[in-house]
């Protein structure tokens, strides 16, 4: 039975509830069943940190478009959510909450610090599940994981085991990334690097038993307290003979060898002198293994100057340390010049400190025989990455891709499962050993623990319950595995994807998933970046609270193509009054049909009138191109053909011609039945389509239109079925609408009220296409607001004639008496037109519109600005 709809649309009214109806009907949990069709998803998991911010409301839009869109198609559909625990961001926010008490995690020890960040993920854990829940994300709740949770860390364990047997993890010293905030290394791709203004300083050493001098040129003048040697080009004249003799370091007053290194030094460059400090510079560090210079740590691991950098330095801040490296330069007069110097300066993306390069001992990852097969699987279409452009960057960086450091001088994460004897044994295993093996002596856990991408880059098969070989029997992990689809942000493309392949052909023998979708960033109306200083940021969650969860995710999947994704409030607004639109239309249907009639036998097809047929028609065009476009991942695409479908073509004409019958003003008790029919077709098979893109308000209506089916997130999703598609009755309806159109155009550049009425003359250029007119000469009539229309006749003398989709028409005016009233009409419609041209023209003449905007949005506005020209030329001749 169907029930009345509110009056208004009001998504706060309902939203909260909807969700709540579908996690009861456990919908979204799917039975672990090998032999049906299934689809599975992972949720690229956010940091258990967070609050879920536009991008997230992004990528998890798209992912639940796809999951409803093959949940209603008829697949055993997945999605399974979770967190991650995110080690570096997660260990500061405590750390801040500490700083706050005025302890630092080393006051707590590492256990109860550890303690102290479970408490504060039990505290937040709920609430990414409540965002998520509030944008209508249909993940299965009773699947969700989090990256330390027992099964998970079981299988991080398995992997690094592993792995250190297979002689693809290794401990060694190597010269990293260094956070002096965070004190820990971190990964290449962490490092971010930032444009600054700073100053390149010339520096003077003299050459020991000559009076002759070697300039070099450094930003980081500090670091020369740790210089090892003075390099040139072996084939440089200028220096040649220097090479074997030492230079004397200024401050120190050490003699360092000069040394000739054809890959360290650019003769071009500069003076062609190089300092060398292998403890502080990736090339340096390389130079000084080819020349056997030593490695010379003057920065320790908080940022302080070490004793080796001498009694005047020792325990100094690395900053103060430069200034009083700068002037004691000066005093000696070795400091040739400063410059002003623009460069990139390598800090830690989470917290901004620069990178000091230090050497330690970490564990890496042997990344090459990782990424051939990682490789080899985009190449072989195994992986499929849209847009198919970044393809070309992930062959790239794969095949110049690094050893991956995984070990973190954190305490929040799955601690490295290598024990050490005081004896330098280390024993690696999946059981705790109690004593060393080899020697018997007790043994302590590594204190590192692993990079935050080690057990996301296990993501897609954890999360299914695999937990190393043997232990890979989960029935989810048996139906669900591979997954299908990827869709996450390109700008974790190398942190997670590509590992997520690696890790998942290394161990599961598939890729982890067939497609991967890289969706673009949202930025602002003018292109800019969203931040909270400049405060242009949009609050997800202060969207859905004002203008509801469908009209946000609506407009961010009209806007999900391209790198970079233009988001405004103003377009959140336009797609709001889309979904109040759908409201209303869905009201105005359901005071006129019958829902009873869902349940009757298929429409008789041939009893249907020419209007009925072309809008099914266009029906179906619209469903072939829904279903094709998701397939694409456009979702722009195909939002926007429901958009036109909806609003333009149902809304605009259909509604509006079905009103003569449904309203009884015109045909006969079948015809109207008929009609009836069709709207509820319609209808139903508009908010089925619409569904994945606007879960809540399409689900309100369909439970209160009652039906077969329970509810619509399981209802069918639409298919085209060719036997709808009708070029003859689209071709005739056109004609009507452009007909009725033109009417509407000409009275008003004759400046005509709607009131005056007039006869219409049309003709067929068959019997049929006249019979038609015949036919619909009410659709006419009623929509042009006419007196008659008089098909096959001949108009009299002084008509207004036109050409209207090849059919010739004829408008009979009053006498052409012209009144000052009519030409004041005239005239506010010339304006009227004016203006909007002219605000066209000014959106076309903006490039920031016509570089950011989808093409068929500014395609129309050219085509309005066409016809906005060739009406004002017309109206301009009647005044
Ligand atoms: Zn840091
Ligand atoms: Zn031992």
């Known amino acids: 039975m169907k029930e009345e709809l509110a009056t208004r649309y009001e998504p706060s009214q309902f939203e909260q509830r909807i969700y709540a109806f579908w996690e009861a009907g456990g919908y979204f949990t799917p039975v672990a069943d090998p032999d049906k069709p299934k689809f599975s998803i992972v949720i690229p998991p956010p940091n258990v940190t967070g609050r879920l911010h536009i991008g997230h409301a992004l990528v998890n839009t798209l992912q639940d478009i796809i999951v409803r869109w093959k949940r209603m198609s008829g697949f055993n559909t997945l999605w399974v959510p979770g967190t991650d625990h995110a080690g570096i961001a997660t260990q500061m926010v405590v750390e801040r909450q500490l700083a706050k008490e005025g302890i630092s995690r080393f006051d707590l020890g590492r256990e109860k610090f550890v303690e102290r960040v479970w408490q504060w993920k039990e505290q937040h854990s709920t609430e990414i599940k409540d965002q998520l829940t509030r944008l209508g994300a249909s993940a299965d709740w009773s699947r969700e994981r989090f990256t330390l949770d027992e099964g998970l860390s079981r299988a991080v364990r398995y992997v690094f085991v592993k792995l250190y047997q297979d002689g693809l993890i290794y401990r060694d010293l190597a010269m990293v990334n260094w956070c002096p905030q965070c004190r820990t290394a971190i990964s290449d791709i962490e490092v971010e690097y930032r444009e600054r203004h700073g100053k390149l300083y010339h520096i003077d050493y003299p050459v020991e038993g000559t009076d002759r001098r070697l300039t070099v040129a450094t930003t980081r003048p500090e670091t020369m307290l740790g210089d090892t040697g ?361 005071m006129h049909i019958d829902t009873e009639l869902r349940d009757a036998k298929p429409i008789d097809r041939d009893r249907l009138a020419t209007v009925e047929r072309w809008i099914l028609s266009r029906l179906n065009t619209v469903t072939l191109e829904v279903n094709k476009q998701l397939s694409l991942f456009r979702f722009d695409e195909a939002a926007n053909a429901l958009y036109q479908f909806f609003w333009h073509e149902f809304c605009d004409w259909y509604i509006e011609m079905a009103k003569p019958v449904l309203l009884g003003k015109h045909g006969s008790d079948e015809g109207r039945a008929l009609a009836k029919r069709v709207l509820l077709e319609v209808l139903d098979r508009s908010l089925r389509l619409l569904h994945p893109f606007m879960p809540f308000v399409t689900e309100e209506i369909w439970l209160k239109l009652g039906g077969v089916e329970p509810a619509i997130i399981i209802a069918p999703y639409p298919v085209p079925e060719s036997d709808l598609e009708d070029p003859d009755a689209e071709r005739l309806t056109d004609a009507v609408k452009a007909i009725i159109t033109t009417v509407r155009n000409v009275r008003a550049e004759r400046g005509f009220t709607p009131k005056d009425r007039f006869t219409l003359y049309v003709r067929g250029n068959t019997p049929r296409e006249s019979n038609f007119f015949r036919e619909n000469a009410y659709l006419l009539t009623e929509l042009a607001r006419l007196n008659e229309v008089a098909v096959e006749a001949e108009p009299p003398a002084g008509t207004h004639h036109d050409v209207v989709e090849g059919f010739h028409i004829a408008i009979a005016f009053p006498e052409k008496v012209v009144s000052q009233e009519q030409l004041d009409r005239v005239r506010r419609e010339i304006e009227k037109s004016e203006n909007e041209l002219a605000s066209i023209e000014s959106r076309l003449g903006n490039e920031q519109f016509t570089r950011n905007a989808p093409p068929h949005i500014v395609q129309a506005a050219q085509a309005r600005q066409a016809e906005l020209k060739a009406r004002l030329e017309k109206l301009q001749q009647n005044q």
């Open 230 to 590: 003075v390099a040139v080009h072996p084939e440089d004249e200028r220096y040649q003979d220097l090479i074997g003799r030492n230079a004397i370091l200024p401050i120190a007053n050490r003699p360092i060898p000069i040394v000739g290194d054809p890959i360290l030094v650019d003769r071009a460059f500069g003076t062609g002198v190089v300092k060398v400090t292998p403890a502080h510079d990736k090339n340096d560090y390389e130079a000084g293994l080819r020349n056997g210079l030593p490695q010379m740590q003057v920065i320790a691991e908080d940022g302080r100057m070490t004793d080796a950098a001498g009694p005047d330095f020792a325990g100094l801040d690395r900053f103060e340390a430069r200034k009083k490296v700068v002037e004691l330069l000066r005093e000696q007069g070795s400091l040739v010049k400063i410059e002003e110097h623009l460069h990139n300066v390598g800090v830690h993306g989470k917290c901004e400190t620069d990178i000091e390069p230090m050497i330690s001992r970490q564990w890496f990852v042997k990344i090459e025989p990782l990424a051939a097969p990682a490789i080899e699987a985009v190449r072989s279409g195994a992986v499929q990455i849209i847009p198919q452009s970044w393809e070309a960057t992930y062959f790239n960086w794969m095949e110049n891709i690094h050893d991956w450091t995984i070990s973190r001088q954190l305490w929040w994460g799955h601690r490295i499962p290598a024990f050490h004897c005081p004896n330098g044994h280390t024993t690696v295993t999946m059981d705790e050993p109690v004593t060393c093996p080899e020697c018997g002596a007790p043994v302590t856990q590594e204190t590192d623990v692993l990079d935050t991408w080690f057990s996301s880059g296990l993501w897609p098969f954890s999360t299914l319950g695999w937990q190393g070989e043997g232990h890979d029997d989960d029935p989810d992990y048996k139906t669900f595995y591979p997954t299908d689809t990827l869709i996450t942000g390109f700008d974790i493309l190398f942190f997670w994807v590509a590992r997520m392949i690696m890790m998942g052909l290394r161990f599961t023998g598939r890729a982890p998933f067939s497609q991967v979708f890289l969706n673009g960033l949202v930025r602002d109306e003018q292109g800019q970046k969203m931040s909270k200083s400049k405060g242009n940021v949009i609050d997800p969650l202060d969207v859905v609270n004002e203008v509801g969860a469908d009209a946000l995710r609506f407009t961010l999947a009209v806007a999900a193509s391209g790198r970079d994704i233009p988001l405004g409030k103003s377009r959140i607004q336009g797609y709001s009054a889309f979904v109040n639109k759908i409201w209303n239309a869905s009201r105005f249907a359901m």
